[in-house]
Every structure is written in C-alpha cells, then in structure tokens.
C-alpha cells in the first residue's frame, strides 16, 4: 500500500512533443505528490508539486494532472527539449511522516 | 535559494575503513534532514531520518551501527559509513526540509561512495 507506481519505464520523444509519464498509488492518506528530475550524477531536482485537492497544476511547460478517485496522478512535459533528457521521478507524502515514497523512475529522452 | 550541499562528491575508500559524509543546507535552517541511497539506474531507497538533536530513525533493514547519522545543528547533518564494504559502494543523497514548509524536500547533489 506504500508503493507508487511509475511507467513507463523509459520514453523517447521528438523535439517539440509531449512527454507524459504516470503515476498511481493505493494509499489514500498521502497528500502530496512532487515530482523531480533527475541528471546523471546529481541530486534530484523539485519541478512541480500538487496537493489532492487539485486537479491541475501548471508551471512554464510542466503540467501535473492529479485524478483523485483514481489514485493517478501524471507529468505532461509540453514542448520537450533535448535538455530534458533525464530521469523523471514520482512521490508521494503524508502529513504524518513527511517520508518521501519515489516511484521507480523514467528515464526521458529527447530526440533532436 | 534553498540549497543543499553534500561534500565530499565523491570518496573511495578501503574495505574496512570508514566514511563521513556532510550534508549542509546553505540558506536556510533544516529541521529535518533525510539519506538516501540510489544504485545505478534505480530510484531513491530511504535510510533514515535525521532530526536537529535528536537520534536519527532508520528504515527498516538500514543498520543504524553501520550507518550512523548526527545531526549537529539545524544546517549540517553527517553520515558516516563504519567499517565499510564494496557492497556499501553506492550514490549517497542527502535532503532538507525547511526552506519551503514541511512537505518540500530539497535535495544536495550526491556523494559517490566506492569501497575497493
């Protein structure tokens, strides 16, 4: 019940497209879903972050849908880069412990 | 604002000796620190949590003799790897919490352990 889901695994997409990756979870005392990315060799990097009870939050390209009743939430990257190519994770949070539960990651790239 | 510093980036050390790794928050005060552990192609794995003051809580199946965690002061938080083995070799991450409220984890880049 502590897991979050993550795929796919890895995407490829031509400069210009849209980049999606998904995410679901069983746990419905988290409340708080951020989403990071990820070059090699560094530290993970905060982009976006939504609470439950919204269900769209927009930031520059990134786009987090969040589908509450489904347990989903998904990042949009509109107008993906070649410098977006890393990996993107997912995670989730509860207010009691602050813990971080990542997703398994999906390695993005963008094709020139 | 809001960073996080982990020194050293990288360290190889011997089999058997041991490791300290610092994590410091730059431009704020962290009333919480988190380590991580990420092998290669694969996601974050929680260790423990570190509190200003007080004992680090670990994860289930992290060795907290192995694995010892201060928390000195609200911007510095050390993780020293004791007696250390090539299976300990791995990517080591620090995160802090302050700067943006309790559910906001901002992360130092890493420190790369290898242990011949």
């Known amino acids: 019940q502590q897991q979050v889901k993550q795929s796919p695994q890895s995407l490829i997409v031509q400069k210009g497209g849209i980049s999606i990756i998904n995410c679901a979870y069983e746990?419905?005392?988290?409340?708080?879903f951020p989403w990071y990315q990820q070059f090699p060799g560094k530290g993970p990097a905060l982009l976006i972050a939504?609470?439950?009870?919204?269900s769209e939050k927009k930031e520059g390209r990134f786009t987090i849908s969040f589908n509450k009743s489904a347990k989903q939430f998904s990042l949009h990257i509109m107008d993906s880069q070649p410098g977006d190519s890393a990996t993107y994770f997912c995670?989730?949070?509860?207010?009691?412990?602050?813990?971080?539960?990542f997703g398994t990651g999906t390695r993005l790239k963008v094709l020139a | 604002g809001a960073v996080v510093s982990q020194h050293p980036s990288w360290v190889i050390c011997k089999s058997g000796t041991s490791v300290k790794i610092e994590c410091r928050s730059l431009?704020?005060?962290?009333?919480?620190m988190f380590w991580y552990r990420q092998f290669p192609k694969q996601s974050l794995m929680l260790m423990a949590t570190?509190?200003?003051?007080?004992?680090?809580?670990?994860e289930q199946g992290v060795e907290k003799d192995k694995f010892l965690i201060n928390h000195a002061s609200l911007t510095l938080s050390t993780l020293t790897v004791t007696s250390a083995h090539p299976e300990d070799s791995s990517f080591y991450i620090c995160?802090?919490?302050?700067?943006?409220?309790?559910?906001?984890?901002?992360f130092g880049p890493g420190t790369r352990l290898t242990v011949t």
């Open positions: 995160s802090a919490v302050g700067a943006g409220g309790p559910y906001e984890q901002y």
């Open positions: 746990n419905t005392a988290f409340d708080y």
């Open positions: 939504i609470r439950p009870d919204v």
């Open positions: 995670a989730a949070t509860t207010s009691g412990t602050y813990k971080y539960i």
């Open positions: 431009d704020f005060q962290a009333t919480t």
């Open positions: 570190s509190n200003e003051g007080s004992k680090a809580t670990y």
